[in-house]
C-alpha cells in the first residue's frame, strides 16, 4: 500500500452515462497525475496538478474528461457521456516536489467498464 | 515510432534462471529512467532507478546506455515471485514539471 487511494476500485456503467472518480494523494504531495492504462499497454499520461493547478493535460483527454482538485489535496476525474472505448484503469499518482527524486507513487487504480 | 519500447515478450524462464530485459526510447534529451513492476490487475511499483553507471540492488541490475538510448534490466536466479509485467519508463521534462512515459511493458513468468 503505498498511501495513494482510489474510490471507487471498479465501475460498471452503461454508454452515455457519466462517471466521477476519486484519488487521495499521500497527504505532502502536492503533484497529483492521473494516467490511463488498456489491456496489454502502458499507463498514458492524462493529465497533473501541482496543488489546485492543472498544468498540463495530454491531447488523449477529451472535452468529454475533466479533472479538478480543488484544495490541493483530493482530485476528482470526471468523463461525460461515456464511450466504450473509455473502458480502462483509471490510475493516479503523486509525488512530492519537496525531494530530490521522481518517483511517483501509484494507486490501486479505478477498473472502468462502459458495457 | 514509440516513445519508449519493449519487447512485450513473454519471456518464459525457469527458476533460476538470468533473464534480460531491454527497452529503447526516442527522446535523447530524457534524463530519468526507471523500471516499474506491475502484477496483473495491480498498480505499477517502482522496481529501480536507472544510473548512467549502472545500478544493482540485489538480484536486479539496471543499465543505461545513452549513446544508443537503450535501458537493461538483469534478473539473476529468478523466483516464481518474479512473474510480472515489466515497464520501462523515461521522465519526460515539460515547462512545468515531468511525467512518466511508460513502454507497453515486458511480461516474465517464471516456472518451476
Known amino acids: 500500500d503505498t498511501g495513494v487511494s482510489q474510490n471507487p476500485r471498479h465501475k460498471i456503467t452503461k454508454r452515455g452515462q457519466n462517471v466521477t472518480f476519486r484519488c487521495d494523494p499521500i497527504?505532502?504531495?502536492?503533484?497529483l497525475y492521473w494516467y490511463r492504462q488498456t489491456l496489454g499497454q502502458g499507463p498514458e499520461f492524462l493529465t497533473y496538478f501541482q496543488n489546485e493547478a492543472q498544468l498540463e493535460k495530454s491531447r488523449l483527454l477529451s472535452d468529454r474528461f475533466s479533472a479538478e482538485r480543488p484544495k490541493g489535496s483530493f482530485s476528482t476525474l470526471e468523463i461525460q457521456r461515456t464511450e466504450q472505448g473509455d473502458s480502462a484503469m483509471y490510475l493516479c499518482?503523486?509525488?512530492?516536489?519537496?525531494?530530490?527524486?521522481?518517483?511517483?507513487?501509484f494507486g490501486p487504480g479505478t477498473r472502468l467498464t462502459v458495457l | 515510432r514509440k516513445e519508449v519500447e519493449q519487447d512485450p515478450g513473454p519471456f518464459n524462464v525457469p527458476e533460476g534462471a538470468t533473464v534480460a530485459f531491454n527497452c529503447t526510447y526516442s527522446n535523447s534529451a530524457s534524463q530519468s529512467f526507471f523500471w516499474y513492476r506491475q502484477d496483473c490487475r495491480k498498480e505499477p511499483k517502482l522496481l529501480m532507478s536507472?544510473?548512467?553507471s549502472g545500478n544493482e540492488d540485489g538480484r536486479f541490475t539496471a543499465q543505461l546506455n545513452r549513446a544508443s538510448q537503450y535501458i537493461s534490466l538483469l534478473i539473476r536466479d529468478s523466483k516464481l515471485s518474479d512473474s510480472a509485467t515489466y515497464l520501462c519508463?523515461?521522465?519526460?521534462?515539460?515547462?512545468?514539471?515531468?511525467?512518466?512515459?511508460f513502454g507497453a511493458g515486458t511480461i516474465l513468468r517464471v516456472k518451476s
Open positions: 499518482a503523486s509525488r512530492s516536489t519537496g525531494t530530490l527524486t521522481d518517483t511517483q507513487y
Open positions: 536507472v544510473y548512467s
Open positions: 497527504s505532502e504531495h502536492n503533484r
Open positions: 519508463v523515461v521522465i519526460e521534462w515539460e515547462e512545468y514539471g515531468n511525467k512518466l512515459v
